[in-house]
């Protein structure tokens, strides 16, 4: 089992930055591609972006690309999402998830995580 535990997330006028964590105490993290989603209510949850275990490649949402970037450290067992430039289409609920390094799914397909955080909150004001 594989607990992820979020943070970072609040609220933040438009234009502004947050960065969120995802920090996976006590496993094998580089062992797991990461991927953050977001959902707002009434919605699927959606892809933001993904990076795989070596944090070598990652992909984004074409709606975050270039204001966002997703990174890990795994000698700290943690991925995280710098988000800047942020937008009042931006407010979700933000959710980071771990796939196995050897999922046969797309990292932008849900069906490709077994473990899932809590999500955090991101509100931003217009």
């Known amino acids: 089992q594989v607990q992820l535990v979020e943070s970072g997330g609040g609220l933040v006028q438009t234009g502004g930055s947050l960065r969120l964590s995802c920090a996976a105490p006590g496993r094998a993290f580089s062992m797991y591609a990461m991927g953050w989603f977001r959902q707002v209510p009434g919605k699927e949850r959606d892809i933001v972006a993904t990076?795989?275990?070596?944090?070598?490649?990652?992909d984004y949402a074409d709606a975050v690309k270039g204001r966002f970037t997703i990174s890990r450290d795994n000698a700290k067992n943690t991925a995280y999402l710098q988000m800047n430039t942020l937008k009042p289409e931006d407010t979700a609920v933000y959710y980071c998830a771990a796939a196995s390094r050897y999922t046969p799914y797309s990292l932008r397909s849900l069906t490709a995580y077994g473990y899932w955080g809590q999500g955090t909150q991101v509100t931003v004001s217009s």
């Open positions: 990076i795989r275990w070596s944090g070598g490649n990652t």
